[in-house]
């Protein structure tokens, strides 16, 4: 274990542990990695795909069991402070934005599902940067909802599992969807997974050895614990209202029947041109520039997961450059960073580029192939970074991402 640690720059932090708390000893490990959307952004809580891969970047627990309920935290990242509560079905929270309501959301939700629970002691690291759409929220929602069910010698399975903590994430104030959860919970190696929710179902696809994902960070920190929570709740909302509205008329019209309440299911009985005629006939302005951008970036998940499968980079990165302009243009969360860093890979010779999470800031991706790479990274470094002055470890926020497993936990 010792190794891994270092590889990631990290000293091993069983030291740590015992400092943390005395006299106490880590007997296992939790880690759940976070994830690079490569396409189908702001699909999920509409009930339609999306398809990201896990990060070798993650977050690790180190935990002792307790005999009591209580739930000693410690993270290594000083800027969140211990945090310390009693696991029960009914946990008070802490205010919002406060990172110990990432830690309660998993512990409430399991002792709602099973029951009384027992705690833990838990030192907790990461290599992932926060607030950078590459959700290091869910990741560790993950871990510690896995920790939760080790400790308890409780099981569930990996979908169930997922699905759970993506209800019990909301606890944190984010109306958030189902795909952070799911692949950091369930992602297989080497490979990217379209995920569909209503049931939650995942599909995997291996990642040509020939692709290379960049991960740049804009340097922007899309805090879900103020502006971004707000401007993401409120999309949600105008997606269930524009969804209302074309429902209706479908319904109406005898093209549906009443009451549809998902995208998914309207688009099971209305083709996406349909639907996006429907739209321009019946809404205006922000709900309808909503409902084309949700409905289209559906059907680019399709062709992005049969191009990646035919091994046809260039398709792919048109979809992505599609998928960028509808994020920019109607829904509306893009960021003059995020343009600039997509401008910046697509003039380096990428095949595709596009913001990637929940945008306002946060990480860009953008797609090339071995020629190319070292030319997108270069151009990062020095048209968007070194203008920048000190950045901090370039390689924490420009990186080639590495399709990775799923979470686990392990006995140590
Ligand atoms: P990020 O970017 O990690 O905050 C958020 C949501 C996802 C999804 C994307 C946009 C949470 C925990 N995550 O991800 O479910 O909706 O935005 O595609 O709310």
Known sequence: MGSSWVDHGLPDPSEAFRKAFPGRSPTLLSRAPGRVNLIGEHTDYNGLPVFP?????????????????????????????????????????????????????????????????????????????????????????????????????KTLSTLDFAEEMAAAE???????????????????????????????????????????FVVAHTLVRAEKSGFAQDAYNTRTKECREALEVVAGVAAARGLAPEGVVSYHHLLERVCI??????????????????????????????????????????????????SHQSLREDYEVSSPELDELVDLALGAGAAGARLTGAGFGGCMVALAGPDSVDGVMESMEQGFYQPRGDVGKLDQILFQAEASQGATVETL
Not at 180 to 205: K, N, Y
Not at 302 to 317: I, Q
């Open 53 to 153: 891969m896990a990060l070798r970047q993650e977050i690790r627990i180190l935990l002792s069991p307790r005999d009591d309920a209580l739930v000693r935290v410690v993270n290594r990242k000083r800027e969140f402070g211990p945090r310390e509560f009693t696991i029960s079905h009914e946990i008070p929270p802490h205010v919002t934005g406060d990172w110990a309501n990432y830690l309660k959301a998993p512990c409430q939700a399991l002792a709602r599902r099973f029951g009384d629970l027992n705690g833990f002691d838990a030192l907790v690291s990461s290599t992932l940067p926060v607030a950078s759409g590459l959700s290091s929220s869910s990741a560790l929602v993950i871990a510690l909802g896995q920790a939760v069910l080790r400790v308890n010698e």
């Open 170 to 212: 909301r606890y944190t104030g984010t109306q958030g969807g189902g795909m952070d959860q799911a692949i950091s919970a369930g992602a297989l190696e080497g490979h990217a997974s379209r995920i569909e929710f209503g049931p939650l179902e995942v599909f995997e696809t291996p990642v040509p050895e020939d692709w290379r």
């Open 273 to 322: 041109q349909d639907l996006v005629d429907l739209g321009e006939e019946n809404l205006e302005g922000t709900l309808l520039k909503r409902l084309r951008h949700v409905v289209t970036e559906g059907s680019r998940v399709y062709d992005a997961e049969h191009a990646m499968k035919r091994g046809d980079r260039l398709t792919f990165g048109l979809l992505m450059n599609a």
